[in-house]
Nanobody
Framework: QVHVVESGGGLVRAGGSLRLSCTASELDPQNYAMAWFRQAPGKEREGVACISWSSSSTSLSDSVKGRFTISRDNAKRTYYLQMNSLKPEDTAMYYC????????????????????WGQGTQVTVSS
């Protein structure tokens, strides 16, 4: 079984920052694009950011553009989501996911495009 593990979530005030980390030690980085999704209670799972295996391309949802940055350290098999200027509407469970082939989807946002998932890390942004 492939283990994908997120960390770094927590409680932060609006305007603050948080960095999420994801490790996927069993996956060859060259074969996988990595992404972050989030899901708030009562809402659909939403694609937040995606990064290709070589970091040659990234995708960001409109709601986080200019505030969040996705990056990866292939040598460490660790993937990051830097979240700045956090808003209460960013409150959600954040999930790390991997897509076979190494590239982000042309249109990013469908959870079914990703085959391996972590169990999530909670991010709560207070007013």
């Amino acid at each position: 079984q492939v283990h994908v593990v997120e960390s770094g979530g927590g409680l932060v005030r609006a305007g603050g920052s948080l960095r999420l980390s994801c490790t996927a030690s069993e996956l060859d980085p060259q074969n996988y694009a990595m992404a972050w999704f989030r899901q708030a209670p009562g809402k659909e799972r939403e694609g937040v950011a995606c990064i290709s295996w070589s970091s040659s391309s990234t995708s960001l949802s409109d709601s986080v553009k200019g505030r969040f940055t996705i990056s990866r350290d292939n040598a460490k098999r660790t993937y990051y989501l830097q979240m700045n200027s956090l808003k209460p509407e960013d409150t959600a469970m954040y999930y790390c996911a991997a897509r076979e082939g190494g590239y982000c989807p042309r249109v990013f946002g469908r959870p079914d495009d990703f085959v391996y998932w972590g169990q999530g890390t909670q991010v709560t942004v207070s007013s």
